[in-house]
């Protein structure tokens, strides 16, 4: 089973102050890891992946595997950063095809 | 073309009716994907299509019915639905393959079930 936990629903900081958005996974096999961003009435958009290790409008992921995290961060916030963000896990079973699962998102405000 | 095209945008139907959600791509991907998203929740994968043919259906009911007539279209038959199935219903599509290097999502059909 796959399991992506997002352990804070709410996040507000201001804006220059630096932000991580935390992600924890639990999967048996060599887990690929993405951040996803939903901002306000538009389609939910791929950030950043955990292959290409690239760093997108400021923001970076590192996969920790002794730790299972993937947490997101980003050392001066600003206010167009506010927006749902999802971490998803793409993982497969032995007898399926994969499949991308979510958490439950943190929705980020970020003040003036 | 970089798009997932989804339409309707908005689709309001009774219990009785019989209506389709459509879905496109010109990316060249052959895994494409239905997701159910409720307000101010994750995505919950329906199904998954890969090489035109279905390979996951996360226990989704009947009334709920997929179709991919070729690599590029991607079909959500509804019938007989139920108002909490009312929800923003997503369509994504990927490469194919041992790994994947995300999902493109298209912006969703926002249905109500009256």
């Known amino acids: 089973a796959q399991r992506v936990t997002q352990p804070e629903k709410l996040l507000s900081v201001f804006k220059g102050a630096p932000v991580e958005l935390k992600c924890n996974y639990s999967?048996?096999?060599?887990?690929?890891l993405f951040w996803y961003v939903q901002y306000s009435r538009q389609r939910l958009q791929l950030l950043l992946r955990?292959?290409s290790r690239e760093s997108i409008k400021g923001f970076t992921a590192d996969l920790n595997k002794g730790e299972t995290s993937f947490h997101l961060k980003k050392p001066f916030a600003q206010e167009e950063d506010s927006a749902m963000y999802y971490c998803a896990l793409f993982g497969r079973s032995s007898t399926s095809y994969g499949k991308l699962t979510f958490g439950q998102g943190t929705i980020l405000t970020v003040h003036p | 073309d970089t798009e997932v095209t989804q339409t309707p945008k908005h689709l309001v139907m009774g219990m009785t009716n019989k209506k389709s959600l459509k879905c496109e791509q010109h990316?060249?991907?052959?895994?494409m994907y239905w997701y159910k998203q409720k307000a101010k929740k994750p995505p919950e994968l329906m199904f998954v299509?890969?090489?035109?043919?279905?390979?996951i259906n996360e226990s989704v009911p009947s009334r709920f019915s997929p179709e991919c007539p070729n690599s590029s279209l991607l079909n959500l038959h509804l019938h007989a639905l139920q108002p909490e199935d009312s929800a923003l219903y997503l369509c994504?599509?990927?490469?194919?393959?041992?790994?994947?290097?995300?999902?493109?999502f298209g912006s969703g059909t926002r249905l109500t079930v009256v």
């Open positions: 994504a599509s990927s490469q194919a393959g041992t790994r994947t290097y995300g999902y493109t």
């Open positions: 990316m060249g991907h052959r895994a």
């Open positions: 955990h292959i």
């Open positions: 999967y048996s096999g060599s887990p690929e």
């Open positions: 299509y890969s090489y035109e043919k279905l390979s």
